[in-house]
């Protein structure tokens, strides 16, 4: 659906893209993570026809960026990270406006711009002044507006920047209601955990290069190493962390007295743990529950973000 | 068959412009100036006292001072609707979304335009009640005033075409508006005053309607003011061929002189609106 090649944008000695190349299947959604200024936006506005890349290319459903910005409009939906709206002009105007603006009929307007606004919630809106709208209203009713010509691709710059929880989710159920209608969405976020709950997949960029590309759980095993295991004991703590010593690949050991409760680093394989599981049971140990620490992605932001700084 | 003419940026334009207030205080500013005018020339001509008679010769006058004016005015007013066509998107960060939608720069800078200039037709058309106030004493052919409605569109519109070049090639508005007004200082009043320099060389060395001076010629043709005073009056243009030697009616020059204009500012606007885009389409 979405095909990156070798996508490089300098602007003067500045690289903010250095040979971007990414893949992506129709129906996904994908999460574009990365500091300020490493790139996401720049990309983001090459995919919508805003800037023209110094080299390579990126193609949507087949048509190329450069070559037939005309259709790629067709298909995409775009939503940029800072955007103003028209003062004095009411809700289904604006929308109205945009509608028109992408060649559809006066008729088929009418009845496109209620079902939109019940996606977004803004039905009770529809006759307000744009500008009299609240930052998360405003949002959603853009998101409308970048669905008005039901594109297959939905390109969200920071969508989800400088809203309140209540906006936040509101604007995640959407979304998720968009993905079930099979819109393969990018979206770029700051707010991490929240794409690893809606993506596919993610990719990382950092100083315009792609150090990480695919589903949450690979670039958090790949990442990792190592995983943090939570065990729960029923009593006699010090002979199960007795126990835990022994095994060399487990470090950091910690004893949390009041909860009874153990973490540790577990460096080996899954079938490794399986196995030191079996042992504890069998050794009569009275572990009653095992879980996995789940590292989110702010974590795994940070480590990634960090390890390309430090080469 | 609407649907094909139908220019999105064009309806928003003028829905947005009537809704706001400064377009009604701009039209009232505008009919207010011609009010006074007219009531000062009238109440001078008759001596404050509301009575006596007003000879035809008197009302040609009024018509030819407020003819220029009235340019004077559209001049001075179009800058301020069309010097922020574009950077007033960009300013107002609404720019990127239109530019994503499909329609066509072209489609975007001619709705831009024409909006403006329905604006100020619209403006000229309530000034005309006003205008028309010269037939009551005569003096004026309505012919002359078709010829001079149709220059001042002319007018406008190359004007606005200068303002949407400049708002699509500045960032910022305040420095396309400051630019157009430029522009209307060099044709209004640069052009004047070439005029009269070209003149002065032309006559240090010959007589008049000996020679030919092109440039005399040409400064007086593309300046508004002279054009109106050709129309109002065929004297002057008789007067202006004698001065110049280039015996050729005025308005057709400044009819083509105009459209180049227009045509150049369009072409470089339409080209610079998606200016980060290489191609243009």
Same mark, same amino acid.
């Given at each position: 659906?979405?095909?990156?090649?070798?996508?490089?944008?300098?602007?003067?000695?500045?690289?903010?893209?250095?040979?971007?190349?990414?893949?992506?299947?129709?129906?996904?959604?994908? =999460?574009?993570?990365?500091?300020?200024?490493?790139?996401?936006?720049?990309?983001?506005?090459?995919?919508?026809?805003?800037?023209?890349?110094?080299?390579?290319?990126?193609?949507?459903?087949?048509?190329?960026?450069? @070559?037939?910005? @005309?259709?790629?409009?067709?298909?995409? =939906?775009?939503?940029?990270?800072?955007?103003?709206?028209?003062?004095?002009?009411?809700?289904?105007?604006?929308?109205?406006?945009?509608?028109?603006?992408?060649?559809? =009929?006066?008729?088929?307007?009418?009845?496109?711009?209620?079902?939109? %606004? !019940?996606?977004?919630?803004?039905?009770?809106?529809?006759?307000?002044?744009?500008?009299?709208?609240?930052?998360?209203?405003?949002?959603?009713?853009?998101?409308?507006?970048?669905?008005?010509?039901?594109?297959?691709?939905?390109?969200?710059?920071?969508?989800?920047? =400088?809203?309140?929880?209540?906006?936040?989710?509101?604007?995640?159920?959407?979304?998720?209601?968009? @993905?079930?209608?099979?819109?393969?969405?990018?979206?770029?976020?700051?707010?991490?955990?929240?794409?690893?709950?809606?993506?596919?997949?993610?990719?990382?960029?950092?100083?315009? @290069?792609?150090?990480?590309?695919?589903?949450?759980?690979?670039?958090?095993?790949?990442?990792?190493?190592?995983?943090?295991?939570?065990?729960?004991?029923?009593?006699? %703590?010090?002979?199960?962390?007795?126990?835990?010593?022994?095994?060399?690949?487990?470090?950091?050991?910690?004893?949390?007295?009041?909860?009874?409760?153990?973490?540790?680093?577990?460096?080996?394989?899954?079938?490794?743990?399986?196995?030191?599981?079996?042992?504890?049971?069998?050794?009569?140990?009275?572990?009653?529950?095992?879980? !996995?620490? !789940?590292?989110? %992605?702010?974590?795994?932001?940070?480590?990634?973000?960090?390890?390309?700084?430090?080469? | 068959?609407?649907?094909?003419?139908?220019?999105?940026?064009?309806?928003?334009?003028?829905?947005?412009?009537?809704?706001?207030?400064?377009?009604?205080?701009?039209?009232?500013?505008?009919?207010?100036?011609?009010?006074?005018?007219?009531?000062?020339?009238?109440?001078?001509?008759?001596?404050?006292?509301?009575?006596?008679?007003?000879?035809?010769?008197?009302?040609?006058?009024?018509?030819?001072?407020?003819?220029?004016?009235?340019?004077?005015?559209?001049?001075?007013?179009?800058?301020?609707?069309?010097?922020?066509?574009?950077?007033?998107?960009?300013?107002?960060?609404?720019?990127?979304?239109?530019?994503?939608?499909?329609?066509?720069?072209?489609?975007?800078?001619?709705?831009?335009?024409?909006?403006?200039?329905?604006?100020?037709?619209?403006?000229?058309?309530?000034?005309?009640?006003?205008?028309?106030?010269?037939?009551?004493?005569?003096?004026?052919?309505?012919?002359?005033?078709?010829?001079?409605?149709?220059?001042?569109?002319?007018?406008?519109?190359?004007?606005?075409?200068?303002?949407?070049?400049?708002?699509?090639?500045?960032?910022?508005?305040?420095?396309?508006?400051?630019?157009?007004?430029?522009?209307?200082?060099?044709?209004?009043?640069?052009?004047?005053?070439?005029?009269?320099?070209?003149?002065?060389?032309?006559?240090?060395?010959?007589?008049?309607?000996?020679?030919?001076?092109?440039?005399?010629?040409?400064?007086?043709?593309?300046?508004?003011?002279?054009?109106?005073?050709?129309?109002?009056?065929?004297?002057?243009?008789?007067?202006?061929?004698?001065?110049?030697?280039?015996?050729?009616?005025?308005?057709?020059?400044?009819?083509?002189?105009?459209?180049?204009?227009?045509?150049?500012?369009?072409?470089?606007?339409?080209?610079?609106?998606?200016?980060?885009?290489?191609?243009?389409?």
């Amino acid at each position: 659906m979405i095909e990156i090649r070798d996508l490089t944008k300098r602007y003067g000695s500045f690289t903010a893209l250095d040979h971007l190349n990414l893949s992506l299947e129709e129906g996904i959604v994908f =999460g574009f993570v990365g500091a300020n200024g490493a790139g996401k936006s720049t990309t983001f506005s090459i995919l919508a026809t805003l800037l023209s890349p110094t080299s390579g290319d990126a193609l949507i459903n087949g048509k190329s960026v450069i @070559k037939e910005p @005309k259709e790629v409009r067709k298909q995409i =939906g775009y939503m940029p990270d800072f955007f103003g709206v028209y003062d004095q002009l009411k809700v289904d105007e604006y929308l109205d406006f945009y509608g028109a603006s992408y060649g559809i =009929g006066a008729t088929e307007r009418k009845v496109l711009i209620p079902q939109l %606004l !019940e996606l977004v919630n803004l039905t009770n809106k529809r006759f307000d002044y744009v500008d009299l709208l609240s930052r998360g209203m405003k949002q959603r009713l853009c998101l409308a507006r970048a669905l008005i010509h039901d594109p297959k691709v939905l390109i969200l710059d920071e969508p989800a920047s =400088g809203l309140d929880p209540r906006a936040r989710v509101e604007m995640r159920d959407i979304l998720r209601n968009l @993905k079930s209608m099979g819109k393969t969405i990018l979206i770029s976020s700051h707010i991490l955990p929240e794409l690893a709950e809606m993506c596919d997949e993610i990719g990382v960029i950092d100083n315009g @290069k792609l150090i990480a590309h695919g589903n949450v759980a690979t670039i958090q095993a790949q990442l990792q190493g190592e995983k943090r295991i939570v065990i729960k004991v029923a009593e006699r %703590l010090s002979e199960v962390r007795a126990f835990l010593e022994e095994d060399p690949l487990i470090s950091s050991i910690d004893v949390m007295d009041n909860r009874l409760e153990i973490a540790f680093n577990y460096r080996g394989t899954d079938a490794q743990q399986v196995t030191l599981l079996k042992t504890a049971i069998l050794a009569d140990l009275p572990i009653y529950a095992l879980s !996995e620490e !789940e590292k989110d %992605l702010e974590d795994v932001f940070m480590a990634i973000t960090k390890g390309a700084d430090n080469q | 068959m609407m649907e094909r003419f139908y220019n999105p940026v064009l309806v928003k334009e003028l829905k947005l412009r009537f809704r706001s207030f400064k377009s009604f205080s701009g039209l009232m500013f505008y009919l207010a100036v011609i009010c006074i005018f007219i009531a000062g020339f009238l109440l001078l001509t008759t001596e404050f006292t509301g009575k006596g008679f007003f000879r035809p010769e008197i009302s040609f006058m009024m018509f030819a001072v407020l003819t220029i004016l009235q340019m004077a005015l559209v001049l001075f007013i179009t800058p301020s609707l069309t010097a922020g066509a574009i950077s007033s998107e960009r300013e107002k960060q609404t720019l990127n979304i239109l530019l994503t939608t499909t329609q066509s720069s072209t489609q975007i800078v001619i709705g831009k335009l024409f909006s403006s200039v329905a604006f100020l037709v619209l403006m000229l058309i309530a000034g005309l009640p006003l205008y028309s106030l010269v037939f009551l004493f005569g003096g004026v052919s309505p012919s002359q005033l078709v010829a001079i409605f149709l220059f001042y569109l002319v007018t406008v519109i190359a004007i606005g075409s200068i303002g949407v070049m400049f708002s699509t090639i500045t960032k910022k508005t305040i420095v396309a508006m400051i630019a157009t007004y430029g522009s209307i200082i060099f044709l209004g009043g640069i052009t004047a005053f070439f005029f009269f320099l070209t003149m002065a060389f032309h006559q240090m060395g010959n007589a008049i309607g000996t020679s030919v001076s092109y440039m005399t010629y040409f400064w007086a043709s593309i300046n508004p003011g002279a054009l109106m005073l050709t129309l109002i009056s065929s004297d002057m243009g008789d007067a202006l061929a004698e001065l110049s030697g280039v015996d050729f009616p005025v308005w057709i020059t400044y009819l083509l002189v105009y459209i180049v204009i227009i045509v150049l500012s369009l072409t470089v606007a339409i080209k610079k609106l998606r200016a980060n885009m290489k191609s243009n389409r």
